[in-house]
C-alpha cells in the first residue's frame, strides 16, 4: 500500500515538471514567432556589449554581425589575414567601419575602413556633361 502512495505522488511530480516545461517552451516559441529576428538581435547586443568595453564604438547605429566559418578563404584579404574560425565581425555601415573581434581571447583583432557606397545623407555631385 504504501508503494501506491509513493507511485501516486510521483506520477502527479513527473506530470507538474512535464506540464511547466511545456508551458515554458511553447512561451518561448511563441515569441519567437512574433519575432524571428529577436535571437540574433540579442546575440549581436551580448557582442557588443563585450566589444564596447574594448573600444568606443559608434553610436546610433546596430552594427551588421557576421561569423568567419572559412578564414582560408578570406586569407587573401588583409583585413582577415589573423582571422580564426568564430572571430566576429561588426560592420557598422554608416559609420564606415568594420571590426574583426576574437571572442576566445576577447580582443579586438583588426579595425578597417569600409567603402560601401555613400553614406546617408550625402550626395553624389553630377557628372560633368560631355560637349
Known sequence: MDFQKYAVQI???VAVV???SAYYFYGQYSDLRANPNK???EETAKVVAKVSKLIVLPEGEAPTLATVSDPEALKSQPFF????KGDRVLIYANARKA????PESNRIVEVAPINIGQPTGESTPPAPEEE
Not at 589575414?81 to 580564426?84: E, G, H, I, L, T
Not at 571590426?99 to 576574437?102: G, H, N, W
Request: glycine share 6%; hydrophobic share 65%.
Open 11 to 13: 506520477l502527479v511530480a
Open 18 to 20: 512535464a506540464f511547466g
Open 39 to 41: 535571437v540574433a538581435q
Open 81 to 84: 589575414a589573423k582571422a580564426k
Open 99 to 102: 571590426l574583426l573581434y576574437d
